[in-house]
């Protein structure tokens, strides 16, 4: 048993905590129900098995907070009832708690294909975007957006209920530049100093002779031999 959601138990005191104050009821195998049923040990209130929402009710329950009290049990449920704003600027705590995060809304690029079309297939329903948040993942400002985008593209319930991928392809990003890139001449890419006129090599002044010491300092003359001393 395990999960956001899911009301399993799992390791975070906070949850050990929540879990401690309910008792499990023996589910019907003819019930039908999918999650299982608690019963607050304080005030007997039965609901569904589910940590965010036992703990909530564990934070307004007079007869477990009473009792926490007279018995000296100091807990994250009790810190939080008392001092709600002290509670959760202790960020230890938060991570304690193990409250997990809020789903990540994604943006309609990052649907595949068949969920924009199954998407768009539940709206045309007049499903309620709460649902097909709820089945397909997607914000529902996306879902609006989307048959908005479908009938742009041609989409007409009246004519045709067929729904094709091209309705649900991402639209064009504006950002990007409009028409043929611009061709590059080959000179376009060269250095203009390179591009002009070469320039004659620099001159050096002649060496003195005299000042240079014995030898042949003609390079210029071939070398014939070479004479080992």
């Given at each position: 048993m395990g999960g956001p959601g899911s009301g399993g138990y799992k390791n975070s005191p906070g949850d050990t905590e929540t879990h401690s104050a309910w008792d499990i009821i023996a589910q019907d195998p003819e019930s039908g129900?999918?999650?299982a049923q608690v019963r607050?040990?304080?005030?007997?209130?039965?609901?569904?098995?589910?940590?965010s929402r036992q703990r909530a009710h564990l934070l307004t329950?007079?007869?477990?907070?009473?009792?926490?009290k007279e018995t000296g049990i100091e807990n994250s449920i009790t810190r939080q009832a008392?001092?709600?704003a002290g509670f959760f600027k202790n960020s230890k705590v938060l991570q304690a708690f193990g409250e997990p995060k809020p789903p990540k809304i994604l943006r309609m690029g990052e649907h595949s294909?068949?969920?924009r079309i199954q998407a768009l297939a539940l709206a045309?329903?007049?499903?309620?975007?709460?649902?097909?948040?709820?089945?397909?993942?997607?914000?529902?400002?996306?879902?609006?957006?989307?048959?908005k985008l479908a009938r742009e593209r041609g989409y007409d319930p009246n004519v045709s209920m067929v729904l094709k991928?091209?309705?649900?392809?991402?639209?064009?990003?504006?950002?990007?530049?409009?028409?043929?890139?611009?061709k590059r001449r080959p000179e376009d890419d060269l250095d203009p100093e390179l591009s002009q006129s070469p320039r004659a090599p620099p001159s050096f002044p002649d060496a003195d002779?005299?000042?240079?010491?014995?030898?042949?300092w003609n390079f210029m003359t071939p070398v014939t031999g070479y004479t080992v001393s």
């Open positions: 129900q999918k999650l607050c040990k304080y005030c007997a209130r039965e609901m569904a098995q589910h940590t329950c007079e007869q477990y907070l009473d009792t926490m008392t001092d709600p294909t068949a969920v045309e329903a007049h499903i309620s975007t709460e649902r097909i948040q709820e089945v397909t993942g997607m914000d529902p400002k996306i879902v609006v957006g989307l048959r991928e091209e309705y649900v392809w991402d639209p064009p990003n504006s950002n990007k530049p409009r028409g043929r890139p611009k002779a005299a000042s240079l010491p014995p030898g042949n």
